[in-house]
């Protein structure tokens, strides 16, 4: 045997194991490593450093909510910004450094942790503030989102906002050399299959070529339909991005989110080039409500960018084989997300597309499951 | 947020979580890709190849069980050496592709898959002969052999063999460049910290410097005390081995290999060199019983080796700093290992060591937790 350390994978039943889910996923945000990673990302602070400190009028004097603290910093900024009090949820033991940091920054009057799920927690009184950094990889991976509709419905005061307040899903076409690179990986691998199969036969006279289409799936899955964190450079773009999902963070219920279809069309903008792949991302905008908006607009994008990439990238679902394309061809394309069977952390992208010639002419319609792990 | 997929890691309390089990370890071997990492260590497949064929005469009209098939493949062999019938339990959806393999091989016969854990599965009939490839990293990660000593003591008639029969632990004293990198690497982790410590307070107001011990024992934990695999060169040796366990497989109770502990003594053989770890491998032997032996014994050692190394290497557990030892000085040492709270599946290992100088010079013991994750 001798199999690497907890990989984590699917479950027996659809329902979710809450001590599974533990493992599988909050496990990783117990770890200081991942936690400085997050910290690190310039892009993401600034957003929320900037999205408390320029709408002070938001903190000052009120209760806030943050929901998943990790290490607390969330917390930490809504009492400098003048928090009357914070309670900060938090699931897994970074609760004891969240604790320490927020005694070391002073504000432990302020802010106060408490261990748990967020629907497992009670809170003295509601909030007038939620604020969460919550968005995975194509926003909705990890499904934390639920929590903070939970959390909202149960403890957000009806005059209350929402940090962010706003979220968008957008997809693009791109060119780019991964597909070909996971496309040779591909083929390496087959054609070790295919050696091992011989192999195996003339040395221990087992025949296990019957494995080799269960073989090629389970590669195919994993090189050429399994989404690939990226962050690609703007010029890789070879159309416009459309919106795919547009989330009001103070109205959406998980209804809304469990599963998200789309069509949209993507017009080429880029002479004689290649679709290789589309890409996936999101923004994320700090607004305030309509009642009570902020006075700063803050936004956070993961969009590709030259300077101002993120950890969350892009998601990269792949082209095989990529598609000639020109300025002026359309690309029609029908998008449907889903939570894993497996996994509800995880998600299923079902991508259509039919390419429209700029000659009025249409090619075959392709569909591909991807996998969002 | 934006956490990688399931990730495995600690579950809350000690005991044993099925589900969270599942997640955890057994997904890994539902995947072709691991089995045929499996069946491509040739040293595996050789020694299970001729255990079973130059000793036929266990096999011959005999009713077998392989505990966790996997692809299948020992079942297999079993069916082609001549048994009446062979139950081949796999606890995973691999069960599926064993069935798959058994067909193809003309074997459907004599061989029936049951897919279920071990301690769920009922047999019709005891068994003459318990096949099974249970053994993890240094032998006992994985805590698979607890599985076939509970099929042994429900399944196996009294006349009955055990394939393999016998199991060794073996620790080595080494010299390796492993620790100086993984102390760099260490080293690089904690100024990576500082920086980021600095550049946070700066930029974003928040001192996170009371959570540097905590990060420091997590990246120590990481870098310098979980066990490396490594496949060592035999020169690397510095010291004969000793066997710290032995186990008869026909005998040995799940007490027995909980917690294994051993004193023992490893003399150096090489002059002026550096003590810069310690390795552990196993080996199992395959022997039939006294009543009942093999006729060609054969052995599977994951010891290091030029030509026959294994897809379980050694683990290495780093001693820092190196110790400089010469020919004739002695290593007395001290191991305990037992199973981690956190996982079942995943060992403690303590290990305390004192050098006794060829000049009778005692310097003062040493002792490290380590983890084999």
Same mark, same amino acid.
């Given at each position: 045997?001798?199999?690497?350390?907890?990989?984590?994978?699917?479950?027996? /039943?659809?329902?979710?194991?809450?001590?599974?889910?533990?493992?599988?996923?909050?496990?990783?945000?117990?770890?200081?490593?991942?936690?400085?990673?997050?910290?690190?990302?310039?892009?993401?602070?600034?957003?929320?450093?900037?999205?408390?400190?320029?709408?002070?009028?938001?903190?000052?004097?009120?209760?806030?909510?943050?929901?998943?603290?990790?290490?607390?910093?969330?917390?930490?900024?809504?009492?400098?910004?003048?928090?009357?009090?914070?309670?900060?949820?938090?699931?897994?033991?970074?609760?004891?450094?969240?604790?320490?940091?927020?005694?070391?920054?002073?504000?432990?009057?302020?802010?106060?942790?408490?261990?748990?799920?967020?629907?497992?927690?009670?809170?003295?009184?509601?909030?007038?503030?939620?604020?969460?950094?919550?968005?995975?990889?194509?926003?909705?991976?990890?499904?934390?989102?639920?929590?903070?509709?939970?959390?909202?419905?149960?403890?957000?005061?009806?005059?209350?906002?929402?940090?962010?307040?706003?979220?968008?899903?957008?997809?693009?076409?791109?060119?780019?050399?991964?597909?070909?690179?996971?496309?040779?990986?591909?083929?390496?691998?087959?054609?070790?299959?295919?050696?091992?199969?011989?192999?195996?036969?003339?040395?221990?006279?087992?025949?296990?070529?019957?494995?080799?289409?269960?073989?090629?799936?389970?590669?195919?899955?994993?090189?050429?339909?399994?989404?690939?964190? /990226?962050?690609?450079?703007?010029?890789?773009?070879?159309?416009?991005?459309?919106?795919?999902?547009?989330?009001?963070?103070?109205?959406?219920?998980?209804?809304?989110?469990?599963?998200?279809?789309?069509?949209?069309?993507?017009?080429?903008?880029?002479?004689?080039?290649?679709?290789?792949?589309?890409?996936?991302?999101?923004?994320?905008?700090?607004?305030?409500?309509?009642?009570?908006?902020?006075?700063?607009?803050?936004?956070?994008?993961?969009?590709?960018?030259?300077?101002?990439?993120?950890?969350?990238?892009?998601?990269?679902?792949?082209?095989?084989?990529?598609?000639?394309?020109?300025?002026?061809?359309?690309?029609?394309?029908?998008?449907?997300?889903?939570?894993?069977?497996?996994?509800?952390?995880?998600?299923?992208?079902?991508?259509?597309?039919?390419?429209?010639?700029?000659?009025?002419?249409?090619?075959?319609?392709?569909?591909?499951?991807?996998?969002?792990?």
């Amino acid at each position: 045997m001798a199999a690497p350390a907890g990989n984590g994978g699917p479950v027996a /039943n659809g329902s979710v194991d809450k001590n599974v889910d533990f493992a599988n996923y909050f496990c990783t945000y117990a770890y200081l490593y991942h936690q400085k990673e997050m910290l690190s990302d310039r892009v993401r602070m600034d957003a929320y450093y900037n999205a408390v400190f320029k709408n002070k009028h938001h903190f000052v004097g009120k209760v806030v909510l943050d929901v998943g603290t990790g290490s607390g910093i969330l917390a930490v900024w809504s009492a400098q910004a003048g928090a009357r009090k914070v309670y900060a949820v938090e699931a897994t033991k970074m609760a004891d450094h969240a604790r320490a940091l927020i005694h070391a920054n002073s504000v432990e009057d302020v802010v106060q942790v408490i261990e748990g799920s967020m629907e497992d927690v009670d809170l003295p009184e509601k909030v007038d503030v939620i604020i969460s950094e919550w968005m995975g990889y194509f926003l909705l991976r990890e499904s934390m989102f639920d929590s903070v509709i939970w959390a909202r419905d149960r403890w957000l005061k009806p005059s209350g906002v929402m940090y962010p307040s706003h979220a968008r899903m957008w997809v693009a076409p791109v060119r780019s050399g991964l597909g070909d690179q996971k496309m040779n990986d591909f083929e390496t691998s087959m054609s070790d299959w295919y050696s091992f199969v011989n192999d195996t036969e003339a040395n221990y006279g087992v025949n296990m070529n019957v494995l080799t289409k269960a073989y090629r799936e389970e590669h195919e899955k994993y090189y050429l339909k399994t989404s690939l964190w /990226n962050n690609l450079h703007p010029s890789q773009l070879i159309g416009h991005p459309a919106i795919v999902k547009e989330i009001d963070c103070l109205a959406a219920t998980v209804d809304d989110i469990r599963d998200v279809s789309a069509k949209f069309m993507l017009p080429i903008n880029m002479e004689r080039t290649r679709l290789s792949a589309f890409a996936g991302w999101f923004d994320v905008r700090f607004r305030g409500s309509i009642q009570n908006p902020v006075e700063q607009e803050v936004e956070l994008t993961t969009a590709p960018s030259i300077d101002n990439s993120t950890h969350w990238g892009q998601q990269v679902f792949l082209v095989h084989p990529p598609l000639r394309v020109d300025e002026r061809d359309k690309l029609m394309v029908a998008l449907s997300m889903s939570r894993s069977k497996e996994n509800h952390r995880l998600m299923d992208v079902n991508l259509t597309y039919e390419l429209q010639l700029s000659s009025g002419k249409c090619l075959k319609p392709v569909a591909t499951k991807y996998y969002i792990e």
